[in-house]
Nanobody
Framework: QVQLVESGGGLVQAGSSLRLSCAVS????????MGWFRQAPGKEREFVAA????????YYADSVKGRFTISRDIGRNTVYMQMNTLKVEDTAVYSC?????????????????WGQGTQVTVSS
């Protein structure tokens, strides 16, 4: 059974940093992509960042490029997202997801497994 468990969300002021974690278990294939998505109230889910587990190639939405960094710890089977210089518009529920085919897609429909999400709130 595949499980993705996020942690690290919270309430911070604009300009601050947070690091989100996503612990992955039960995913046996080695070729997959981990993605972070976010959804703000009244808005559609949007792609934030993705990382191919094998090789570590990463992708970012333009809105977070240069501020967010996705990374992985292979030994801990955990993916992280370091979020710096947070803005009020970054406020959303952040979810990690796994695509077992390793497509590196930015489309959430390509992802097979999802975590429960963690709330990030950035105040002005």
């Amino acid at each position: 059974q595949v499980q993705l468990v996020e942690s690290g969300g919270g309430l911070v002021q604009a300009g601050s940093s947070l690091r989100l974690s996503c612990a992955v278990s039960g995913l046996t294939c080695s070729v997959y992509t981990m993605g972070w998505f976010r959804q703000a109230p009244g808005k559609e889910r949007e792609f934030v960042a993705a990382l191919r587990w094998t090789g570590g190639t990463s992708y970012y939405a333009d809105s977070v490029k240069g501020r967010f960094t996705i990374s992985r710890d292979i030994g801990r089977n955990t993916v992280y997202m370091q979020m710096n210089t947070l803005k009020v518009e970054d406020t959303a529920v952040y979810s990690c997801a796994a695509d077992r085919r390793g497509l590196g897609s930015t489309n959430p429909v390509s992802y097979d497994y999802w975590g429960q999400g963690t709330q990030v709130t950035v105040s002005s």
